[in-house]
């Protein structure tokens, strides 16, 4: 909504402040400013000529006109000018030498054409009036030479624009605004709709209501002899213009400046193109209506229609219809002003894509009684100025409607913003905003009314209302404030005009034994162990498409390929939730090796989608009337996917860089594991890694993770047939690993370690196992054979070759051995290394090298 401060000011005396100032007084109310724009004020040196003398120049492509004109000062001055529209006699808008027009340009003497020109004859665009552009601004002939015209035509002004949000429809107005303006100012306002319209003389035109839900109170007014030539004066032109509206015709500007000014909706029809009865009701179905842009429309069944016998005229509230608009030779005018539903002008305008100036304030809430003076408004501005007669005729059809009324205790605005209010406070604000307000609790419509008994819910909130007592007041919404339906609306205006500054801020309470859980701290500790070995976290989208299966060459009949169905998806081309965290990840490795980061190590945490297998297909939807039956809460649950969070890693290039102190390491699929055996550790668990094909990883080159005999992820190399689907670079590794079921395993709390005093004692091992044999197997066995004494076991040489005979390889482990009470000594760290060895024997057939 733009607001010109000339056209507030008519209606609140504010004080000598600046649009900078009225709009903050504005913002802190509640309004939120979009931006200020200024107009006329670098305007200088314009005054008003009169012509004298015009000379047609020749031999040029285009017409130009060398002018005398006068301007008030010792001799005439000459100028020359391209257009046509003024003759001798007339007044016009006269730039002199050194004057300046809007956009700071300056306009001097120069000759031009072969003639000096000194100073320029303006055009309304010129001036910053309005975009009419089609000639010279001719005024009007008692206008005196040499007047000011930023003074004369009030060129000085400024505009602030406000972003109207869709709770105060009654600011898409003048009159909203100026009312908020007054009440910031502490000033009186002047309410423009406050007239009082002469006594109904007879029936303006049949009309009646036949559907009450769609419309609730309907106007008809009648202008005849109006003149079609009439145009609209500068004044309403400028206004019009300055508030964002392009100036048409004068029956059509009339009606857009009472709907600017009042908040009101207007349609003008043709009297001449109207037959029978108009009804007011929803379209029937097959009907059509070409509207005012030339579109012939397809109607709804649930569409507002003003109708005559004909047929549709208008679609109520968005836009009027082709066959009954103003035309030049339309000389008696029907003005229609009515309340319609404000849902149903909303759906009307969203239905058919069709957003007007009507349909934005109808849909937000229009004053329900408004129509009969705005329509007075109309046809006396269409009288005054079109030369026509306002007739004292009117149609009113209307259903009556119950104004609601809410019960409040007085004390409960101050219950809400934690700052108390007295009863004068809240009845004052209330009543500043429009609301008739009286003592006690009245039998009334009462929308969400707070009772003192207990409707207000909430340990602390309902104590402090309690304490308030039972002084309650029932407040009655004024009928340009729809959005005023319950306590809390109450509470609010009484907050925002008492200031939010005001507001104290009080941090809540932490309760006491809340923080975070085991689950969450465990997924920060594994976000941090990952970071610090190098990886990089990233957040993809969680969507993804039946391609991407394919891509991660996911068999048939894999669950993975069972994935949710979105119903209004972002991309067409991803329409499901991801059932790994896979392709996200390898999408992102890919954009980024494409830019250059052929060394790039990620990982990702989240949430995957796992359709139930018992499951319904589509979930109940209940209504917002009411809160879900605890059967739709089940329904709904049980329509749910299955969440586990997950954590994988994908890696490509080097993964310990080359610099100037040596050559580097590409990652392997090792390297994987190793990510997986991180987040392991920072839930306390060791996981066994055991050699599995499961795609998209190599079938060599790929490990199951398990705790205990439960399936937690995998980890390896990924397939060629991955790596190229997706463009990554060769032998690219990847891990997942499901935290879920980490976190089920966790320990809980532990205490901390006891730290031996005494020394460690280290034995060497290297054992001939058959190269087919997994390393876990092997270290498992060490590990349990070695006893209560071994502290830790490393892997720190895997050999191949003649000396371990073919077909076999060489592990070498590092044991150290431990006790908290006493130095170990040798013959007890041989007897637990040769337990350990024993055991591997007996496990996986391991053999003692060079035994």
Excluded at 689 to 705: F, M, Y
Aim: charge should be negative; proline fraction near 7%; hydrophobic fraction near 40%.
């Amino acid at each position: 909504m733009r607001v010109p401060l000339s056209w507030l000011r008519e209606y609140v005396d504010l004080p000598a402040v600046t649009a900078h100032e009225v709009a903050d007084r504005l913002t802190a109310a509640g309004l939120k400013l979009e931006s200020i724009a200024s107009y006329g004020h670098d305007v200088k040196n314009v005054v008003v000529g009169e012509v004298l003398e015009i000379e047609e120049l020749t031999g040029f492509k285009k017409p130009i006109r060398h002018c005398k004109v006068e301007t008030g000062e010792a001799t005439p001055r000459e100028i020359v000018c391209g257009a046509t529209n003024f003759a001798v006699g007339d007044r016009v808008p006269v730039v002199l030498p050194g004057g300046v027009l809007p956009g700071g340009f300056e306009v001097g003497a120069r000759k031009t054409y072969g003639r000096m020109s000194e100073g320029m004859i303006c055009s309304e665009r010129e001036l910053g009036l309005t975009e009419d552009h089609g000639g010279i601004m001719v005024l009007p002939a008692d206008t005196p030479v040499g007047a000011d015209v930023v003074e004369l035509l009030g060129l000085r002004d400024d505009v602030i624009e406000l972003e109207i949000t869709p709770d105060i429809g009654y600011a898409l107005s003048i009159r909203g605004v100026a009312r908020e303006a007054a009440i910031a100012f502490g000033v009186p306002f002047r309410d423009p709709a406050a007239v009082e319209p002469p006594p109904a003389e007879g029936t303006a035109w049949p009309a009646s209501i036949a559907d009450p839900s769609a419309c609730d109170r309907f106007v008809l007014r009648e202008v005849t002899g109006f003149d079609p030539a009439a145009q609209s004066p500068l004044w309403m032109r400028v206004r019009l213009a300055r508030a964002g509206m392009r100036p048409v015709s004068l029956a059509v500007d009339v009606t857009n400046y009472v709907m600017l000014e009042l908040g009101q909706p207007l349609h003008a029809f043709d009297r001449a193109k109207l037959t029978g009865e108009i009804v007011v009701r929803r379209a029937l179905p097959g009907e059509r209506l070409e509207t005012l842009d030339h579109v012939v429309r397809d109607l709804d069944p649930d569409d507002i229609l003003i109708t005559d016998q004909a047929g549709p005229l208008s679609m109520a509230g968005t836009m009027g219809g082709l066959d009954s608009e103003i035309s030049d030779a339309t000389t008696d005018i029907v003005i229609e002003a009515a309340h319609f539903s404000a849902t149903g002008i909303s759906r009307e305008s969203r239905r058919h894509k069709l957003v007007s100036e009507a349909s934005k304030r109808f849909e937000r809430g229009v004053d329900r009684e408004l129509p009969l003076a705005a329509s007075w408004r109309a046809v006396r501005l269409l009288a005054e100025l079109g030369g026509g007669t306002a007739g004292h005729a009117v149609t009113h059809a209307e259903t009556e409607a119950e104004p609601p009324r809410i019960a409040i205790p007085a004390g409960y605005p101050g219950v809400v913003a934690g700052v108390p209010f007295t009863k004068e406070t809240v009845v004052h604000r209330l009543e500043q905003i429009g609301c008739t307000v009286t003592d006690g609790d009245e039998p009334a419509v009462r929308r969400g009314a707070v009772d003192p008994t207990g409707v207000v819910t909430g340990g602390e909130l309902a104590a402090r209302l309690a304490v308030s007592g039972p002084d309650m007041i029932t407040v009655t919404p004024p009928s340009w404030r729809p959005d005023l339906t319950d306590p809390n609306d109450l509470a609010e205006e009484v907050i925002r005009l008492e200031g939010y500054e005001h507001l104290p801020s009080v941090l809540p309470k932490a309760p006491a034994g809340a923080g975070l859980t085991e689950g969450q701290r465990l997924r920060r500790r594994v976000g941090r162990t990952l970071a610090a070995a190098g990886y990089v976290e990233v957040l993809a989208y969680p969507f993804i498409g039946e391609s991407d299966f394919d891509r991660l060459q996911l068999p048939a009949d894999d669950a993975r390929r069972r994935a949710a169905r979105l119903v209004n998806p972002l991309a067409d081309d991803e329409p499901l939730l991801r059932t790994t965290l896979l392709p996200g990840l390898l999408k992102t490795l890919a954009r980024n090796v494409g830019r250059g980061f052929t060394d790039v190590a990620l990982f990702e945490s989240g949430s995957v989608y796992r359709p139930r297998e018992d499951g319904p297909d589509t979930a109940p939807t209940p209504g917002v009337e009411r809160r879900p039956t605890e059967e739709e809460l089940a329904g709904i649950e049980a329509a749910l996917p299955d969440q586990p969070r997950r954590v994988a890693v994908v890696l490509a290039g080097e993964f310990e860089r080359s610099g100037w102190w040596g050559h580097g390491r590409q990652e392997c699929w090792a390297d994987a594991v190793q990510a997986a055996r991180l987040v392991a550790a920072e839930a306390g668990i060791e996981l066994s890694v055991v050699a599995d094909q499961h795609e998209p990883w190599h079938p060599g080159r790929c490990a199951a993770l398990y705790v205990g005999d439960t399936l937690v992820g995998h980890a390896g190399e990924l397939h060629p047939r991955v790596i190229e689907a997706y463009g990554l670079p060769p032998r690219t590794s990847a891990m997942e690993l499901e935290l879920s079921r980490l976190e089920s395993a966790l320990p809980g709390p532990v205490d901390a370690p006891r730290v031996s005093a005494y020394p460690v004692a280290t034995q060497d091992v290297a054992l001939i196992v058959p190269d087919f044999t997994p390393e876990a197997d092997v270290a498992t066995a060490l590990r349990d054979g070695a006893g209560e004494l071994l502290e830790s076991i490393r892997l720190f040489d895997v050999y191949t070759g003649e000396q371990v005979g073919e077909g076999n390889k060489s592990l070498a482990y590092t044991l150290r051995f431990r006790a908290q009470d006493r130095t170990l000594t040798v013959e007890e760290t041989t007897a637990a290394r040769d337990a350990a060895v024993a055991l591997a024997a007996d496990r996986v057939g391991a053999q003692l090298r060079g035994a």
